[in-house]
């Protein structure tokens, strides 16, 4: 299987643009200490695409959005619980189905990070604030006219 370290688009001039919509990023180990799992596994739900990332930095790394990883209640907004006190985080469940969307319309890594970052008139904010406030089914309408 592709490791996800190697195939992850770098993101190219607009680098300082996707910083500036995504904000914190996190490296693999730390996406596997917030997910209370190993860096194997982290690397696994990488490559399962139910997250996207990009290399970046001086000595460029693969890394994450940080706010693809959830309060663990909120992993399903459409099923969410109440909170629980615990500070666990999971991976937002509607995420994959997104990212298999835009990807099968021609999207790379970078360019999916992007569109989920940058607000849109439609859904009046961006698709991922959208997807965590449980409206999957309109980002997805709006993401399916990108094709």
């Known amino acids: 299987m592709d490791d996800p370290q190697t195939n992850a688009a770098v993101a190219g001039p607009d680098r300082a643009d996707l910083d500036e919509l995504v904000g914190e990023w996190l490296s693999l180990p730390d996406v596997a200490q917030a997910l209370g799992t190993d860096v194997t596994r982290a690397r696994s739900i990488v490559q399962d695409r139910r997250i996207v990332g990009v290399r970046r930095g001086e000595r460029p790394t693969f890394q994450v959005p940080a706010r693809f990883l959830v309060p663990f209640h909120l992993i399903d907004p459409s099923h969410a619980r109440r909170p629980d006190d615990d500070g666990r985080l999971g991976v937002l469940a509607s995420l994959q189905g997104t990212i298999v969307l ?15 970052f940058t607000p849109d008139a439609e859904l009046g904010e961006s698709p991922l604030d959208a997807l965590i406030a449980g409206r999957k089914s309109h980002v997805r309408r709006v993401a399916q006219t990108l094709a």
């Open 102 to 116: 835009l990807a099968d319309a021609g999207f790379d890594d970078a360019a999916i990070i992007e569109w989920l």
